[in-house]
């Protein structure tokens, strides 16, 4: 139980902002169970998940908005909640950035900004906001009221809100998700970038494995509020410790494999342990991505292509192998193959990674 943990136990000098064994539940429902997360200052931290699987409530157990049932968050060296403190939202040296911009409809772009500087004398306040609009590149923009912005304007607006008095910890609530694609990325780009100049430890939630991809220093990947997995995106990505990790952050497939000698056999030919799986036994099954499948056509060959997914610059193809099993795999869309054509199948895996159970 949190009054069993001692606070200054969970702090490491590496870590700003840690919750350890962190839950929360309302009424029947375990929104997040022991969680324990360690961010680094100036970290760019992401949360990635289904909807429903605890991300929201975690950043808002952070942010305070919530009490966690147990456990403790930490700040810096502050605990922030734990089983017998708990400090208020606004005491907590943190910014939001929401969904839905959450700005003042009423106010001009520069008194939006100028919200969060209130305490600041008249020069230094005008002197401030001038300067953040500047940083976002809406220096003119300034007497403009919300619904005169487009919507990447409007995010701008909340995002420089939130570092107006330089936050502890920024916190981003799927901050790009009703922003076109383009747009998208450039926002996220840009915001990697500030927040890394200013050296801003900052945590996104998303459902968007791309967008985690692209701008996070590490990831972690929750599940009916449990943490499965955290690590940097190529360890996501390439070294999966569950298949729920691994179905989620890209196409796998899973095929069986007998494992022997330290090595894995399976349809699609013989593999040099990684050591992943040397615990394993009983059934096993073999991650395989469609970049690391290769075909090509032989009308001699024992596979099949029974479908064909063009995605602009690549074509996903379904391959059916001779033991019925089927795959995926991906190439250029330069030279498409046809459906029903006959194909040997080979693959090279970089990241050779195992897992129990059939496939």
């Not at 040296?93 to 939006?112: E, W």
């Not at 969060?116 to 809406?138: D, F, H, I, M, Y």
């Not at 022997?260 to 009983?282: A, M, R």
Request: glycine residues 8%.
């Amino acid at each position: 139980m949190s009054a069993q943990i001692n606070s200054c136990e969970v702090i490491n000098n590496s870590d700003y902002l840690v919750l350890h064994k962190v839950s929360k539940s309302f009424g029947q429902t375990d929104a997040v169970t022991d969680l324990t997360i360690n961010v680094s200052k100036g970290e760019f931290f992401s949360l990635l998940g289904p909807s429903g699987c605890g991300k929201t409530t975690t950043l808002r157990l952070i942010a305070g908005l919530d009490k966690p049932d147990e456990g403790i968050i930490t700040i810096g060296e502050e605990v922030v909640a734990d089983a017998g403190r708990w400090v208020a939202p606004e005491k907590r040296g943190i910014g939001i950035v929401f969904q839905d911009y959450a700005l003042f409809p009423h106010m001009t772009v520069f008194k939006n900004v100028a919200f969060a500087l209130r305490e600041c004398g008249k020069n230094e306040l005008k002197s401030r906001v001038t300067e953040l609009l500047s940083l976002v590149g809406l220096d003119g923009l300034s007497g403009r009221y919300p619904h005169e912005l487009s919507g990447g304007q409007k995010q701008r607006v909340a995002l420089i809100r939130s570092l107006a008095n330089s936050p502890k910890v920024i916190l981003l609530d799927e901050p790009f998700s009703s922003l076109d694609a383009d747009l998208r990325s450039e926002l996220r780009a840009e915001t990697k970038r500030i927040m890394k100049e200013r050296g801003t430890t900052t945590i996104l939630v998303t459902h968007d494995q791309e967008e985690a991809f692209s701008v996070s220093d590490r990831i972690g990947i929750l599940n009916h509020g449990v943490l499965e997995q955290a690590g940097s995106p190529a360890e996501i990505y390439h070294k999966p410790k569950s298949r729920f990790v691994a179905d989620f952050v890209g196409k796998a497939d899973f095929i069986p494999v007998k494992l022997q000698d330290g090595k894995v056999f399976s349809p699609i030919g013989t593999f040099i342990s990684n050591g992943l799986e040397d615990s394993l036994t009983g059934e096993a099954q073999l991650m395989v991505r469609p970049e690391d499948v290769h075909f090509e056509p032989d009308t001699e060959g024992d596979a099949v292509i029974t479908t064909v997914s063009f995605l602009g610059a690549s074509i996903l193809y379904t391959l059916r192998l001779a033991s019925g099993i089927t795959i995926h795999a991906i190439r250029t869309s330069a030279i498409p193959i046809a459906c029903g054509t006959r194909v040997n199948v080979t693959a090279e895996i970089c990241h050779v990674v195992v897992l129990p159970g059939p496939g």
